[in-house]
């Protein structure tokens, strides 16, 4: 019996002592079911939503046990702490309520950074853990966090408002801006994922600790419009301060914050946070910007779990709120899930207590590490599905919570609801108007338009008026040749040569025309076809005109040149076989060109420029068209080279023979001049317009008064004269014109060809006259020599002495002023008649 008593004593006192270590104390009324609390009050950064939440999870606590029905011959009771927002705070309060019984039955926490370090271990006392007050997308891994629940939604459930908002606006490009806790990392990586799903491009993501200077400097350096900022609400007010300080708002620009900082969270604290921005100002930065948060108070009038409606519910808390400067404690608008978690608890614990009355057992059980008792409790709480007055409640398999979210956006210093947005079926209510500063959503970046520089419309038309009229021209003399063809003078000048180079001339003319042809006229895809076109019109006009005239200055060149003996007649084929060697030359090279690497349309592109007069956030990015190919410098080397070495021999042989007057080619001075012109103007026009490419009014000025000047000039230098001449003496023209006939032609022909031959046989005489000359006169004095010797020999007066001559002049023997003495014997005075006959005979087969 004692061993009875004893036993049933102890077995009494053991039954206490387990029932006060699993938090079922046996009060003097009732047991309690003891659950654990972390609320953040009293911290200076994160979350310190605790200082609305605790009241309302208070609150939450006395309903709950005045519903006798609820958890029936128990009180449920919250042991709690301020973790203040900090993991470590957060851990050192969990091991304080675990180490200290009696054992909490569940955990309700609050704020993410302590979710995350709480609902990490707490899993190794198998205890289920509910959270009022955490965001991080972080805390729905099932693995890291396997019996963790909570009433407030995910920070994701704000992407997919965000990303609607986006396409709503048409912002395809968006930055962010991120604290660096897990809870916004977190939301950044899904709503990268949510923005890639739909082509929405991420331009920059900027983070920061503590400070966001340099993070708002990134983002107005890279030119973001829309930003997405994600932080806590001492944070967002020093971004929103560098926002003002940086003044990346009004009209332009478009900031997304967190929708569940409390109203006028921009003007509090300034100081204490030591912000140097004024309240007004905050103002000002934060006009405009746009909220997104999952709904977190329950939208219909219809009573909830515990009885009351939510007004009924607000009204309560705002009673138990002491509002400090008439604004709401922060946590204000996470009270209702604070006021549901409680609820949710409380009804898993029912559930808990009538599975285990069904299995003769009792939550009393409940110690850490019980599978069966925790189990349930995970289940019950999983399975929890109430109205509450943060709305509907309940849990996916994650332990997320299931919510709307709202849009809102700051407009004249209050927050006005946009629209509801249900993830589930993909459908955004639009309900407010919102407001922009410049009338229309702002775009997503600078709107930059191209701007194509083309030749100014007044100066091409004057360039092309000049070049029209010097075509004219050249076509009034080329007509002017034709008719005039039989006419010697003209002849003289070789009239085929001149003509090409007034074609030439024409095509240069109107390569002018081509030059001026840009974007205005041009349309892109037929750009290319310009392109060739202005090098080909050009390269071959240049050849035939230059050419032309090289060819009959290389004709002067040739006649000077060439030694008396060698026949110095150049053949007009040899002309036209030069031209078409210089044209062959230039197709061979333009068609190699056109062929492996042909000519396109390249745009230049130039800094960005803001337009005159105009309100909207637009650039210009100028542009100008070019033509080039990959291997450009390489193919113009080729053109230009030969070009040059054109050029270079024209001059050469202009100087060499410009004091040359040849029959032949009576032109061959002004040829001469105009070469020079050409040369000049090509060497100066090649490398300045080159330098100068990227302004094209100046380069297409420079390059067409080149072509126009050299183009003029060398039709003034080449025809005036011509006409003129024939200005001067219109009868004899008239009468050439009249009269020649071709047998006269020829016959004319024939006697030049005579004379030629005739001049030849001169020349050849006279050299022969020459060396007669030379040999009659060296033996002539060694003879007198000879003489002078013997007769100072002999002394004799009766030796014949040679006859002596005194002649007047300038011989070959004559000294300056003096008159020469010529020897004169009887060999000399054969060979003067020699002389004397054979200068008869020229003169008679030149007659
Ligand atoms: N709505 C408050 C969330 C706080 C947090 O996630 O830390």
Not at 239 to 246: A, D, R, T
Request: glycine content about 6%; hydrophobic content about 40%; proline content about 4%.
């Amino acid at each position: 019996m004692g061993w009875t008593m004893e036993k049933c004593f102890s077995g009494v006192l053991s039954c206490i002592m387990v029932l006060s270590m699993v938090g079922v104390t046996v009060g003097t009324k009732d047991l309690v079911l003891q659950i654990g609390g972390t609320f953040p009050i009293n911290g200076t950064g994160g979350w310190q939503g605790g200082q609305a939440c605790q009241p309302s999870a208070m609150m939450a606590l006395e309903d709950v046990n005045n519903r006798p029905d609820l958890i029936p011959g128990y009180r449920l009771s919250l042991a709690w702490n301020d973790s203040l927002c900090e993991p470590g705070l957060g851990a050192a309060v969990l091991y304080d309520m675990i180490y200290n019984p009696p054992p909490k039955l569940m955990l309700l926490v609050g704020c993410s950074t302590v979710s995350t370090t709480i609902g990490e271990v707490a899993k190794n006392w198998d205890l289920v853990v509910l959270s009022y007050g955490s965001s991080s997308p972080a805390l729905s891994d099932r693995k890291r966090f396997s019996t963790f629940f909570r009433t407030h939604p995910s920070a994701t459930v704000h992407n997919p408002i965000r990303v609607k908002l986006f396409q709503k606006f048409g912002w395809s490009r968006i930055a962010i801006l991120q604290q660096t806790e897990e809870v916004f990392i977190s939301t950044t990586k899904d709503l990268e994922k949510h923005c890639k799903d739909q082509n929405i491009e991420i331009m920059t993501r900027q983070s920061f600790l503590t400070d966001p200077t340099d993070a708002i400097r990134n983002i107005k350096r890279q030119d973001a419009r829309i930003v997405v900022a994600l932080s806590y609400v001492v944070s967002a007010r020093k971004v929103l301060c560098e926002i003002y300080k940086n003044k990346l708002y009004g009209k332009s620009y478009v900031w997304f914050f967190i929708g569940w900082y409390e109203d006028g969270w921009y003007e509090h604290n300034l100081k204490e946070e030591g912000l140097n921005c004024t309240a007004s100002e905050m103002r000002e930065a934060a006009e405009g910007h746009l909220t997104t948060e999952a709904l977190m108070w329950n939208q219909d009038k219809q009573k909830t779990i515990s009885g009351m409606t939510t007004d009924e519910y607000r009204d309560r808390l705002n009673s138990r709120l002491k509002l400090q400067n008439d604004r709401y404690p922060e946590g204000y608008q996470e009270a209702p899930l604070a006021y549901d978690a409680v609820w949710a608890i409380a009804l898993a614990l029912n559930k808990t207590m009538m599975l285990l009355g069904k299995k003769n057992k009792s939550i009393d059980e409940f110690v850490y590490n019980n599978k069966e008792i925790s189990g349930l409790l995970y289940d019950t709480m999983r399975a929890t599905e109430f109205r509450g007055v943060s709305g509907r409640v309940a849990f996916s398999t994650e332990g997320d919570r299931i919510a709307w979210t709202q849009v809102e956006q700051l407009k004249d210093g209050k927050y006005h609801l946009l629209g509801y947005f249900d993830v589930h079926t993909d459908n955004l209510t639009w309900v407010g108007e919102e407001k922009w500063v410049g009338d229309k959503p702002p775009p997503d970046r600078t709107i930059i338009r191209k701007h194509l520089r083309t030749v100014s419309l007044g100066l091409f038309i004057s360039m092309c008026t000049i070049c029209a009229v010097g075509a004219l021209w050249a076509i009034i003399l080329l007509i002017f040749n034709v008719m005039n063809r039989h006419r010697r003078f003209l002849q003289q000048s070789h009239i085929p040569c001149n003509n090409l180079v007034l074609i030439g001339i024409i095509f240069c003319l109107f390569s002018v025309f081509l030059l001026g042809l840009d974007g205005n006229f041009v349309p892109e895809d037929q750009f290319t076809h310009m392109c060739s076109a202005r090098a080909w019109i050009l390269s071959i006009g240049f050849s035939l005109s230059y050419g032309s005239m090289f060819s009959k200055i290389w004709r002067v060149h040739r006649h000077v040149s060439k030694t008396r003996k060698e026949n110095k007649r150049v053949e007009p084929w040899k002309l036209y076989l030069m031209v078409t060697c210089f044209v062959v030359i230039d197709l061979i090279i333009l068609t190699v060109w056109q062929i492996i690497d042909p000519l396109k349309r390249i745009l230049q592109k130039f800094p960005l420029e803001t337009p005159p007069n105009t309100v909207e956030d637009i650039k210009l990015m100028p542009e100008l068209e070019h033509c080039e190919s990959s291997y450009n410098k390489v193919w113009l080397g080729v053109l230009y080279g030969y070009k040059g070495i054109l050029l270079i021999a024209g001059i050469c042989l202009a100087y060499e023979t410009r004091s040359v007057k040849l029959k032949q080619i009576n032109d061959s001075r002004l040829i001469g001049m105009s070469i020079y012109n050409v040369v000049v103007l090509c060497i100066i026009a090649a490398p300045v317009s080159m330098v100068i490419v990227s302004q094209q009014d100046a380069a297409f000025t420079f390059v067409a008064l080149a072509i126009i000047f050299c183009t003029y000039l060398s039709m003034a230098l080449i025809f005036i004269p011509k006409i003129v001449e024939i200005w001067n003496n219109p009868l004899e023209a008239l009468h050439a014109h009249d009269t020649a006939t071709k047998e006269e032609e020829e016959k004319y022909q024939k006697l030049c060809r005579e004379n030629e031959d005739i001049q030849r046989l001169i020349s050849e005489k006279e050299e022969k006259i020459r060396l007669l000359k030379r040999q009659m006169s060296e033996r002539a004095t060694m003879r007198a020599r000879v003489e002078a010797m013997e007769e100072n020999h002999v002394n004799g007066s009766d030796v014949p002495q040679p006859q002596m001559r005194l002649r007047q002049g300038g011989g070959r023997n004559s000294v300056s002023g003096r008159p020469a003495v010529r020897i004169v014997t009887p060999e000399a005075i054969t060979a003067d008649a020699q002389v004397a006959r054979i200068n008869f005979d020229i003169s008679e087969s030149y007659l």
